[in-house]
């Protein structure tokens, strides 16, 4: 994965295509956060993980995290595979 945020950058996106083998898949995605959104949400996460506890029990900025991604998708009826 390189995200395009200077020329250099750019320039080893096009040296991995030019040397990437026949048959190879490429994937161009636009950003999905922006540094400040992701900066913010990783803050909070930080907080319910110095602050949080379910049953008593602590979590890591990764456990809660995925806690919240499932407690979403739950939400929303998207099944987790």
């Known amino acids: 994965v390189v995200v395009l ?3 250099a950058e750019r320039e080893r996106a096009i040296d991995w ?4 083998k026949t048959g190879s898949r490429i994937e161009f995605k636009g950003p999905c956060r922006t540094l400040e959104q ?3 949400f990783w803050a909070m996460l930080t907080d319910a993980a110095v602050q ?4 008593g029990r602590r979590f890591n900025t990764e456990q809660w995290k995925l806690i919240f991604l499932h ?7 998207i099944e987790i595979k």
């Open 52 to 55: 949080g506890r379910i049953n």
């Open 17 to 20: 295509i030019e040397r990437a």
């Open 71 to 77: 407690a979403y998708a739950e939400e929303r009826g």
């Open 5 to 7: 945020n200077s020329q």
């Open 38 to 40: 992701n900066s913010r």
